[in-house]
């Protein structure tokens, strides 16, 4: 049997994400769940009882079977490896851990911009982040070409935040203090992790990745006015080049996502930043989004994670108002942000369920009477 390489995968059966991300049109809408593999699920618990968080990141074989558990569950129509945002800052020399209980933490985040000399600024992602590329190779040949897989990325604002605060915050006070006080190391530290960013997402596109997000997570932590200075130009620069970059390589560019948490002040921009697809968070009305991006982009999002507390009757419901609201094309449904670890399973499979058939079925309807 051929050895499983980035060049032999299997051939892709459902594309729907594909060509929602490209505006193209589709018979029902696509959908998939931010961090669809994590502790809600029995099966990831089991696996994380056995082994630490950034070992199962580590190990391509445990990155795998996690990133395969909700698509054995459900009928979504992409998968997201499994890995985290802050492996990134590992990658430049920073110890990062998980706390139990408490989430990421820095032991040594960065205090004043002196310490940005302990970064490894010319980091070989092949050395550092090679693991990330084996388990996306890996996991391209065991999805069987069921669904296209998602490669993703930290934006750098949103790495930034967590290596000087050291870890999640109310406030993210540390970082807001560099952009006032540093303007330039702030600048330095962005300019650091686009360069690397940009490799690392190129790595996992050349390993087999389909589409790519990127996170910006902590958007909602800034104004209108440091988010067109410090995140903006760099989430365009990395569009730009990632995809330059994809095409220096002989490959063809994929589709990619930005999600911007807490940036509805800048849907137009992100509009024409570059991205093929522009995520929502919950809090974003969808008709106001659609005026403001003008069918530029699709639109992905944005149930309220807690809307997986209502009932399965209730779900479907306002699923269907999601869907009426956004339309049924150059729309990727998700939720507005990560889902909650005390979701119920069987509340998910509503979710995906619903909005597969009632897209359908509104499809259909408008094809009638035309
Ligand atoms: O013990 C555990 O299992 C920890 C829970 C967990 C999980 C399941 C963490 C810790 N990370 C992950 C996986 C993860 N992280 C994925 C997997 C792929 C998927 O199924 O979606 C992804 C895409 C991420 C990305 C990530 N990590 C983001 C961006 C998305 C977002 O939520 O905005 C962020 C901010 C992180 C940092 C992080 N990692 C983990 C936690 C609890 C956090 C948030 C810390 C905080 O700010 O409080």
């Known amino acids: 049997m051929a050895a499983n390489t980035a060049e032999n995968f299997p051939e892709l059966k459902n594309d729907l994400m594909l060509r929602a991300a490209r505006g193209e049109k589709t018979e029902r809408v696509p959908v998939w769940v931010m961090r669809q593999a994590g502790r809600y699920l029995s099966e990831f618990r089991a696996m994380r009882a056995e082994n630490e968080f950034f070992k199962v990141c580590q190990t391509p074989e445990l990155a795998c079977e996690v990133t395969l558990q909700p698509i054995r569950r459900f009928q979504l129509d992409a998968a997201i490896i499994f890995s985290d945002i802050l492996v ?77 605060e050291g870890g999640g915050s109310e406030s993210m006070s540390k970082p807001k203090q560099w952009l006032y006080k540093y303007e330039e190391a702030s600048h330095q530290l962005l300019n650091i992790l686009t360069k690397v960013i940009i490799d690392y997402l190129v790595g996992q596109v050349i390993a087999g990745a389909q589409l790519l997000q990127v996170f910006e997570s902590h958007a909602g932590h800034l104004c209108p006015r440091t988010f067109h200075t410090f995140a903006l130009p760099y989430l365009s620069i990395i569009a730009r080049q990632v995809e330059e970059k994809v095409r220096a390589q002989g490959k063809e560019p994929v589709p990619m996502i930005i999600f911007a948490k807490g940036a509805h002040y800048a849907i137009e921009d992100l509009a024409q930043s570059g991205y093929e697809v522009v995520g929502l968070d919950w809090t974003v009305n969808p008709k106001t989004a659609r005026h403001q991006t003008q069918g530029k982009v699709t639109l992905q999002g944005n149930m309220d994670p807690g809307a997986l507390y209502a009932s399965k009757e209730e779900i479907r419901t306002i699923v269907r108002e999601m869907l009426e609201q956004f339309g049924t094309q150059q729309h990727i449904a998700n939720l507005g942000h990560g889902i909650y670890p005390t979701i119920d399973p069987d509340h998910v499979e509503a979710f995906v369920d619903a909005v597969h058939s009632i897209s359908e079925e509104i499809n259909l309807d408008s094809k009638k009477k035309n």
């Open 88 to 164: 990134v800052p590992q990658a430049l020399g920073m110890t990062v851990e998980m706390v139990p209980g408490k989430g990421p933490s820095f032991p040594e985040p960065l205090k004043v911009p002196e310490d940005m000399s302990k970064l490894d600024k010319d980091v070989d992602v092949n050395k550092t982040l090679g693991y990330v590329f084996d388990a996306i190779t890996l996991t391209r040949h065991k999805l069987e070409g069921k669904v296209p897989l998602i490669g993703f990325s930290g934006a750098p604002w949103t790495l930034m935040c967590y290596m000087i």
